[in-house]
Structures are given as C-alpha cells and as structure tokens.
C-alpha cells in the first residue's frame, strides 16, 4: 500500500513541483556503554537489522496512514552497531518529512501468515547482541537474539516517530543513528545476575526481553537526520 502510493505521488510530481530524488543511506552506531540502574553495560556484538523504512509527510504516521510517504528505504540491511556502515537508497521525492514507519528487518504484510525475518536480518532476528554488564566486582555476561515484531499482518513494528527534516535536490544523505547500549538502560541485571548460567540467555517472555523491545522502539529507537535541508 505504501508502495503503491509513494509510487503515486512520483508518478505526479511534474503536476506538484516535485522532484525524483536518490541518496543513501548510513547507519551510525556508538560503542559509548550505558548504565543500567548501577551496572555498566558494555556490548561487545551489536548485530542490528533496519528496514523498511517509510518517511511521510504527515505528523502521525501509521500503518494505514501514510498516503502521503515521499521517500523510502524498501531495503532491509543489517549492520554492526558498535560501528557504522551503509543501509541502501532512499528513493522518492522532494518535500518534507514529519515522520517514519518501519520495521527491525521483520516484517508482516498482509499477504504473510505470520511475521517473516528479511534474508539481511542477524541470525534470523532483529537484532542479535552479546555483553556484559559490570558492578563492582561482579560481572554478567549475557547473550540476546531480539525480534521487535509488528502487531498484526499489514503493520509495521513502529509507528509515527516524529521526524523533522525536508528533502531537496540537494540532500545528500540520511544518517540513521542507534544507541545499542541505549536499548539495556532499562535491563534489571540485579535480577538476571540471580542466574547460575553464563552468559546469561536473555530469552523471549522474561522482562528482560520486553524491557529491550521496548527500549528499541519507543524510548532509545533509532533516529534520522538528513544532511541537508532540515528544519
């Protein structure tokens, strides 16, 4: 759907004023550890899987609201998050951006049956992490495959991140930038330091779990700059 109406809004950009555009994209990661409560935690594998991503005009995007998508990044790229590296193209046209749509390289359209992890996604999930976390003498490793799922077929996992930039002839590039640690700030390591396994598996159900899921698509969720015309 948003592909059919980004390809739309293309199709009459002569009758508008807009303009085709075609710039890449970058992911810029941080190897800054975080605290998490009073445990330090440094990563040391930060396996993050992006895409698709819709940018649209409109302040409060959605899964169905989002007629108006100027530019996107159909493509699903992973990339070490610790460092930076390329995500693809963005294709579309020139005007501005409020907001974006996207996945964690898993997705749901409505013609799958269950949600599917993209061929680019890290082992087949979202994100795949390995760390420790550090207070005092006392030191846990841990281990976490993350899948940050969408809500149901025809969704996308995160919605309506507030976006201000405006894309012209002249941008050159967007600059996607993640905090890795940022997603274990909100981790109880007093709890998963109870576990006799090491490294600690961080599996899916527990709080730890969620606690990273959440962090990954609301508080500590990547964000977007476009490198020229912003508002």
């Given amino acids: ?42 990563l040391d594998v930060a396996n993050v899987g992006i895409g698709p991503i819709y940018f649209c005009a409109t302040e409060a995007a959605s899964s169905d609201l989002c ?16 460092e930076s590296g390329p995500l693809g193209r963005v294709t579309g046209v020139t005007g501005a951006i409020r907001s974006a749509t996207y996945d964690f ?14 061929p680019e996604a890290p082992g087949g999930h979202s994100a795949q992490f ?9 030191t846990v490793r ?34 996607v930038t993640l905090d890795p640690h ?5 981790v109880d390591f007093d709890e998963l330091a109870l576990a006799v396994e090491d490294p600690v598996v961080v599996r899916p159900g527990s709080r ?3 606690a990273i899921v959440l962090r990954m698509s609301t508080t500590a969720a990547p964000t977007f700059t476009f490198s020229n015309g912003q508002l």
Avoid at 3 to 18: E, R
Wanted: glycine share 10%; with cysteine.
């Fill in 182 to 186: 940022a997603f274990f700030g909100a």
């Fill in 142 to 175: 841990f281990v976490a495959d993350i899948d940050v799922l969408p809500p149901h077929a025809g969704s996308l996992a995160v919605q309506g991140v507030r976006v201000s930039g405006l894309v012209s002839a002249r941008t050159a590039r967007l600059e």
């Fill in 67 to 82: 007629p108006t998508a100027v530019n996107e990044l159909a493509a699903v790229a992973a990339i070490d998050a610790l």
């Fill in 130 to 138: 390995e760390g420790r976390a550090t207070r005092g003498a006392r």
């Fill in 105 to 118: 390289a898993i997705t749901w359209f409505n013609r799958q049956k269950a949600p599917q992890a993209a």
């Fill in 208 to 210: 730890a779990y969620s």
């Fill in 1 to 42: 759907m948003r592909f059919v109406a980004l390809l739309l809004v293309i199709g009459g950009c002569g009758d508008t004023g807009q303009r085709l555009v075609d710039y890449p994209a970058f992911g810029q990661g941080s190897r800054e550890p975080t605290m998490a409560g009073e445990w330090i935690v440094t």
